[in-house]
């Protein structure tokens, strides 16, 4: 019942996603006399995919040709000889040049670039820019997502544990939900890859990352229109966490089987020549297994979001009364796929970041029936 | 390749780290340890509550055996005593009856021994009331006889005829 209710509000959600941002493209439309819609459309789309320094609702154009935004200025942080702070506003959304303590700041790309007064940009022969860049800790839009999904998820497992408390053991409200999801992440994730009498102590960082995940990937599929999962340095920073989580709770066995991975089976003059090969690649898959995990959430969530908005694009070039209906249920149909990919990277993520705690905390004799596990871990 | 990088931002990839180390830590502290713990009691709980249902079960199960085991043995013993009670009752009527014969019949035989001793006496006085009568009546006919000399000696003559017949 519960589950249904969520469907529900995810749905009425992403429709709500998609009618948003047909107001602020239809505005656009109307303005985009000078531009190409294609293009326009690719830029908005592109635009969205980044990180940003103002928590924008939505945006549209007035007829007079200003441009107005709906959403709240967030602070930014930068490290430029001594750190400076100031809000987000500053920028106007890219449109002015942001002074303070005497220099000049500007917005380009969703990038800081420090500029002489008049807010020159100079591009090297690719067309990138060469202005310096100050280190950014600013509280972008995606910060303010980390913190917020942090609250939900504090609040909502406390009140789960709260209600164990209080109720005998029995979860109540939103907990009944949540309650067989955790289970599951222990009783089909942790234990079977892990072994009954380990898994306990990787399972808060499991637990953390798949809710973590999951529900930045269905915020994602908000009208709010953030893309936190979707951005690289998140992953990384999540990929990070299990790799070193992998390698500090790695067992003896575990790096004897990394530098003498046949053990053993045979004389040294024998592995010889093997290993030329054999330990370059072992280690190798080291760093292979957390980046193929940080480039798959990465790729998949960029995609959905990509496909979403060019499906919903796609209905203002048509503009005709077969193809954007078409397009509209085809973007429908897609928000639906990625409410379930939204569940199942999160799933995948936390499902191999355990196999590899698996593997790492194993305590084997060294043998070689575990031929086949580290193909099955390059899924 | 070159996109990625762009896109990295070292800012934000310090922002994620630290938020998610503390969402970790208090989620850790707050939400996981107790969930967890509170599940596996629960676990434990059942696992332990079926058990002991297994055990009462066994139990009741002895229970019941040993009731009717008992029951069976009262049973027995209810038969064995009702058969001993029958022959009691069946002893006691025999004999009661065999000493109310003997008792009957030496009743019967002293009563008879009364009865003939008693018809003996009376006999006996009857022999004794004819006789004195008879020497009354001797007694009183003789006198009368002997009134007159002429019967008396047609006494004596009828007496001595009758002797003479004898």
Not at chain 1, 297 to 325: C, D, E, R, T
Not at chain 1, 355 to 375: I, N, R, W
């Given at each position: 019942?519960?589950?249904?209710?969520?469907?529900?509000?995810?749905l009425i959600c992403s429709l709500f996603f998609t009618?948003?941002?047909?107001?602020?493209?239809?505005?656009?439309?109307?303005?985009?006399?000078?531009?190409?819609?294609?293009?326009?459309?690719?830029?908005?789309?592109?635009?969205?995919?980044?990180?940003?320094?103002?928590?924008?609702?939505?945006?549209?154009?007035?007829?007079?040709?200003?441009?107005?935004?709906?959403?709240?200025?967030?602070?930014?942080?930068?490290?430029?000889?001594?750190?400076?702070?100031?809000?987000?506003?500053?920028?106007?959304?890219?449109?002015?040049?942001?002074?303070?303590?005497?220099?000049?700041?500007?917005?380009?790309?969703?990038?800081?670039?420090?500029?002489?007064?008049?807010?020159?940009?100079?591009?090297?022969?690719?067309?990138?820019?060469?202005?310096?860049?100050?280190?950014?800790?600013?509280?972008?839009?995606?910060?303010?997502?980390?913190?917020?999904?942090?609250?939900?998820?504090?609040?909502?497992?406390?009140?789960?544990?709260?209600?164990?408390?209080?109720?005998?053991?029995?979860?109540?409200?939103?907990?009944?939900?949540?309650?067989?999801?955790?289970?599951?992440?222990?009783?089909?994730?942790?234990?079977?890859?892990?072994?009954?009498?380990?898994?306990?102590?990787?399972?808060?960082?499991?637990?953390?990352?798949?809710?973590?995940?999951?529900?930045?990937?269905?915020?994602?599929?908000?009208?709010?229109?953030?893309?936190?999962?979707?951005?690289?340095?998140?992953?990384?920073?999540?990929?990070?966490?299990?790799?070193?989580?992998?390698?500090?709770?790695?067992?003896?066995?575990?790096?004897?089987?990394?530098?003498?991975?046949?053990?053993?089976?045979?004389?040294?003059?024998?592995?010889?020549?093997?290993?030329?090969?054999?330990?370059?690649?072992?280690l190798l898959g080291l760093i292979i297994k957390p980046?193929?995990?940080?480039?798959?959430?990465?790729?998949?969530?960029?995609?959905?979001?990509?496909?979403?908005?060019?499906?919903?694009?796609?209905?203002?070039?048509?503009?005709?009364?077969?193809?954007?209906?078409?397009?509209?249920?085809?973007?429908?149909?897609?928000?639906?796929?990625?409410?379930?990919?939204?569940?199942?990277?999160?799933?995948?993520?936390?499902?191999?970041?355990?196999?590899?705690?698996?593997?790492?905390?194993?305590?084997?004799?060294?043998?070689?029936?575990?031929?086949?596990?580290?193909?099955?871990?390059?899924? | 390749?070159?996109?990625?990088?762009?896109?990295?931002?070292?800012?934000?990839?310090?922002?994620?780290?630290?938020?998610?180390?503390?969402?970790?830590?208090?989620?850790?502290?707050?939400?996981?340890?107790?969930?967890?713990?509170?599940?596996?009691?629960?676990?434990?709980?059942?696992?332990?509550?079926?058990?002991?249902?297994?055990?009462?079960?066994?139990?009741?199960?002895?229970?019941?055996?040993?009731?009717?085991?008992?029951?069976?043995?009262?049973?027995?013993?209810?038969?064995?005593?009702?058969?001993?009670?029958?022959?009691?009752?069946?002893?006691?009527?025999?004999d009661a009856k065999d000493q109310a014969k003997a008792?009957?019949?030496?009743?019967?035989?002293?009563?008879?021994?009364?009865?003939?001793?008693?018809?003996?006496?009376?006999?006996?006085?009857?022999?004794?009331?004819?006789?004195?009568?008879?020497?009354?009546?001797?007694?009183?006919?003789?006198?009368?006889?002997?009134?007159?000399?002429?019967?008396?000696?047609?006494?004596?003559?009828?007496?001595?005829?009758?002797?003479?017949?004898?």
């Open positions: 019942m519960r589950n249904l209710f969520t469907v529900k509000v995810l009618s948003a941002t047909y107001a602020s493209a239809k505005e656009e439309g109307v303005e985009g006399s000078k531009k190409d819609i294609k293009t326009e459309i690719k830029e908005y789309i592109s635009h969205h995919l980044q990180d940003s320094h103002d928590f924008s609702i939505f945006s549209y154009t007035e007829d007079n040709g200003e441009h107005v935004y709906i959403g709240i200025p967030l602070p930014v942080i930068i490290w430029d000889n001594g750190l400076h702070v100031f809000s987000s506003s500053k920028f106007h959304h890219g449109e002015t040049l942001a002074e303070v303590d005497g220099n000049y700041y500007k917005l380009y790309h969703s990038k800081i670039y420090k500029t002489d007064a008049s807010g020159t940009i100079n591009y090297d022969e690719e067309q990138h820019p060469t202005n310096v860049k100050p280190i950014d800790f600013s509280m972008t839009k995606n910060v303010v997502m980390i913190i917020i999904t942090g609250l939900l998820m504090f609040w909502l497992f406390t009140s789960l544990a709260r209600s164990y408390a209080k109720n005998g053991g029995v979860p109540t409200g939103a907990g009944r939900f949540f309650e067989p999801i955790v289970l599951y992440i222990r009783d089909d994730i942790a234990r079977p890859t892990i072994g009954e009498k380990r898994y306990r102590k990787y399972m808060p960082f499991l637990l953390t990352i798949f809710f973590f995940i999951w529900f930045l990937n269905m915020f994602g599929l908000t009208p709010l229109g953030v893309n936190v999962t979707g951005n690289i340095a998140i992953t990384f920073a999540l990929a990070l966490l299990t790799f070193l989580i992998t390698n500090f709770t790695g067992t003896k066995d575990y790096w004897k089987h990394l530098v003498d991975p046949l053990g053993n089976a045979m004389p040294w003059y024998g592995k010889l020549p093997i290993y030329i090969i054999l330990v370059p690649i072992e980046f193929a995990l940080l480039i798959r959430l990465y790729a998949n969530m960029q995609a959905g979001h990509i496909v979403l908005m060019s499906l919903i694009g796609l209905m203002f070039i048509f503009k005709s009364w077969i193809g954007s209906p078409l397009s509209f249920f085809l973007a429908f149909a897609i928000t639906l796929i990625e409410i379930l990919v939204a569940l199942l990277q999160a799933y995948i993520f936390t499902m191999l970041s355990s196999l590899y705690f698996g593997f790492a905390s194993e305590e084997h004799d060294h043998g070689h029936e575990h031929e086949e596990e580290p193909e099955l871990a390059h899924l | 390749m070159e996109k990625l990088l762009n896109d990295f931002s070292f800012g934000l990839f310090v922002w994620q780290t630290l938020l998610f180390g503390l969402l970790l830590l208090l989620l850790y502290k707050y939400a996981w340890k107790p969930i967890l713990n509170a599940v596996n009691d629960r676990e434990e709980g059942i696992k332990n509550a079926l058990a002991a249902a297994e055990d009462a079960k066994k139990e009741m199960q002895n229970v019941t055996a040993d009731s009717e085991k008992l029951l069976q043995e009262a049973r027995g013993e209810r038969e064995a005593m009702l058969k001993e009670a029958r022959e009691i009752k069946d002893q006691m009527v025999t008792e009957g019949d030496k009743m019967i035989k002293q009563a008879k021994a009364t009865i003939e001793s008693e018809k003996k006496a009376a006999v006996a006085e009857i022999k004794n009331q004819v006789a004195d009568l008879s020497v009354q009546i001797a007694e009183k006919v003789i006198r009368e006889q002997l009134t007159n000399k002429e019967k008396q000696l047609k006494l004596v003559d009828d007496m001595l005829g009758d002797i003479k017949l004898n």
